[in-house]
C-alpha cells in the first residue's frame, strides 16, 4: 500500500468549484459545506507575502486597506491569475473543511471553464496538488453546472445549459453525458458591476467601489426595462467626480437595466451562437426541453425573461443555481464510475 493511499484513508475526498467571485468545497458524503469569497488579504513584508485572512473576512477589507496590505482576487474569469495566493486560498479552505490536516491527502476534483486552456488547466492542477491533495482530477464546469441541475445528461438527448459565474459565462449543449458545442465568453458578474461602475461615472459623475456595484445588482439589478419605466430605486454613496466630496444619490432599476445592457446583450448572443451550431436533432430536443440557467449571475432580475424574448425557448432557472457547480463537481466525485469520461486525470 502506497503512502498516498495510507494518506487517502484518513481523508474525506472532496470538490471545488474555484470560481472567480465564491469558492465552495463539497465533501463526499456530506455535500456542500463551505461556501466563502475568493478573497485573498496579504501583508508583504521584505518582499514576502504573509496571509493574513482568507474568504469572508478578506471580502471586508477589498477596497479598504492600507498601504502594507492588499486584498485581491487570485481568480481572474474563471482561472488562476496569482499562484501563490491562490495555493493558499486552497490550502485554507482544505484545512477548514479537514479538521485533522496532517494526514489528510484528499482526492479533489475541481472544475474548470470550457474554455481554459492547457496551460491554464495544469496551473490549476499544480495549485490544487501543491496545496496538499492525492490526486487532482479536473472537470469541465458545463458539465458539473448540468449535473448538479439534475438534467439528464447521459441520455440521447440534447440539454442546454448556461452557467453564468463571476468571471464568465459558459453555454453548452450536453448529449450522452459529454459536451456537443460549448462556448465560454469572458463576461460574467464581474463585468456586470464594471458596467454599473462606468455608467455611473458617466451619468451621474459618481465614483463607487466594486462592493457598492454588487449591492446595487443583487438588490435591484434587472436584465429587462421595468414596465413602469422606473421600477425601484435604492440610496448609494460614493465620491463625486466634479468637487471630490463624498455624496449620496438616488439610483433606480431602469437606470442599473440600462447599465447593464451590454453584459446581458453579450450572454444573450452567446445563447442564439450556440442555437446556430447546434445540430438540427439536438436542437430539437432543446426546443421541448428550454434552456437552463446556473450559477450566481441566473439570479439577476428578469435574465430568463430577457432570454425567452430573444430565443423565443422556455427558460428556467435551476433551484440551487448558485451550488450548482460545486454540486454537480460532488456526484462527479460520488459517481465516479459512471462519469469516468468527464473528469480529466492526467496532467
Do not use: W
Not at 288 to 294: F, I, K, P, S, Y
Request: net charge negative.
Amino acid at each position: 500500500m502506497a503512502l498516498s493511499d495510507i494518506f487517502g484513508l484518513f481523508s474525506s475526498d472532496m470538490a471545488i468549484d474555484l470560481g472567480t467571485a465564491n469558492t465552495l468545497v463539497y465533501v463526499k458524503g456530506r455535500g456542500v459545506i463551505l461556501s466563502e469569497p475568493s478573497v485573498v488579504a496579504y501583508h508583504v513584508k521584505d518582499g514576502v507575502k504573509k496571509v493574513l485572512a482568507v474568504g469572508e473576512d478578506a471580502k471586508l477589507m477589498l477596497g479598504r486597506t492600507p498601504g502594507s496590505i492588499e486584498a485581491i482576487r487570485p481568480m481572474r474569469e474563471g482561472v488562476i491569475a496569482d499562484f501563490d495566493v491562490a495555493e493558499e486560498m486552497i490550502k485554507h479552505f482544505i484545512r477548514k473543511v479537514h479538521k485533522r490536516s496532517t494526514f489528510s491527502k484528499p482526492k479533489i476534483i475541481v472544475c474548470v471553464p470550457h474554455g481554459a486552456t492547457p496551460v491554464e488547466k495544469r496551473a490549476i492542477r499544480q495549485s490544487v496538488l501543491s496545496a496538499g491533495a492525492r490526486r487532482a482530477g479536473l472537470i469541465a464546469e458545463p458539465i458539473a453546472a448540468a449535473i448538479g441541475a439534475g438534467m439528464p445528461i447521459t441520455d440521447p438527448t440534447g440539454s442546454m445549459v448556461v452557467d453564468i459565474g463571476g468571471g464568465t459565462t459558459e453555454v453548452a449543449v450536453l448529449s450522452l453525458g459529454d459536451i456537443v458545442y460549448a462556448r465560454s465568453v469572458r463576461v460574467g458578474g464581474d463585468r456586470m458591476d464594471e458596467a454599473i461602475i462606468s455608467y455611473l461615472r458617466r451619468q451621474q459623475n459618481l465614483l463607487v467601489g466594486e462592493s457598492t456595484a454588487e449591492r446595487i445588482k443583487t438588490s435591484i439589478g434587472t436584465a429587462r426595462m421595468p414596465d413602469d419605466g422606473r421600477g425601484a430605486s435604492m440610496q448609494i454613496r460614493g465620491r463625486d467626480l466634479l468637487n471630490g466630496v463624498p455624496k449620496e444619490t438616488d439610483i433606480t432599476q431602469a437606470q442599473v437595466a440600462e447599465a447593464l445592457s451590454e453584459p446581458v446583450q453579450a450572454i444573450c448572443e452567446a445563447v442564439m451562437t450556440a442555437l446556430e451550431a447546434t445540430p438540427p436533432d439536438l436542437a430539437a430536443d432543446i426546443v421541448d426541453r428550454g434552456v437552463m440557467l446556473t450559477g450566481g449571475g441566473a439570479l439577476l432580475g428578469d435574465l430568463d425573461l430577457a432570454l425567452r424574448e430573444q430565443t423565443g425557448l422556455a427558460v428556467s432557472i435551476a433551484d440551487e443555481s448558485l451550488n450548482c457547480v460545486a454540486m454537480g463537481t460532488g456526484k462527479a466525485l460520488e459517481y465516479e464510475k459512471q462519469l469516468r469520461h468527464a473528469i480529466d486525470y492526467d496532467s
